[in-house]
């Protein structure tokens, strides 16, 4: 099993910046990818970012450039950093690892980023 606890979210108008950070605890020996999912209403979940405890960030198209995922691999800490963000980013945001063994996924509570126009 393992925990996941996020922070940060809230509101904000447009063109600015959030932090979201994500801290796992339990079986994390076998953590393999640790990222960011939202979830805008009516919409279905979707990736906002990933990152392998040692390869490339993977993020999508609508976040290039504007966000940044980081990790600490010794805290089983994940970040994200949003820049200018817009309104089509409010969401419920989502933490999320995978597991090496059976890519079994864990997922947060979610919290909510609200970015006013």
């Known amino acids: 099993q393992v925990q996941l606890v996020e922070s940060g979210g809230g509101l904000v108008q447009a063109g600015g910046s959030l932090s979201l950070s994500c801290a796992a605890s339990?079986?994390?020996?076998?953590?393999?990818?640790m990222g960011w999912y939202r979830q805008a209403p009516g919409k279905q979940r979707e990736l906002v970012a990933r990152?392998?405890?040692?390869?490339?960030?993977i993020y999508a198209d609508a976040v290039k450039g504007r966000f940044t995922i980081s990790r600490d691999n010794l805290k089983k800490i994940v970040y994200l950093q949003m820049n200018n963000l817009k309104a089509e980013d409010t969401a419920v945001y989502y933490c999320n690892v995978r597991l090496v063994v059976g890519g079994v996924d864990y997922w947060g509570q979610g919290t909510q980023v609200t970015v006013s126009s």
């Open positions: 990152k392998s405890s040692s390869g490339n960030p």
């Open positions: 339990g079986n994390t020996f076998s953590i393999s990818t």
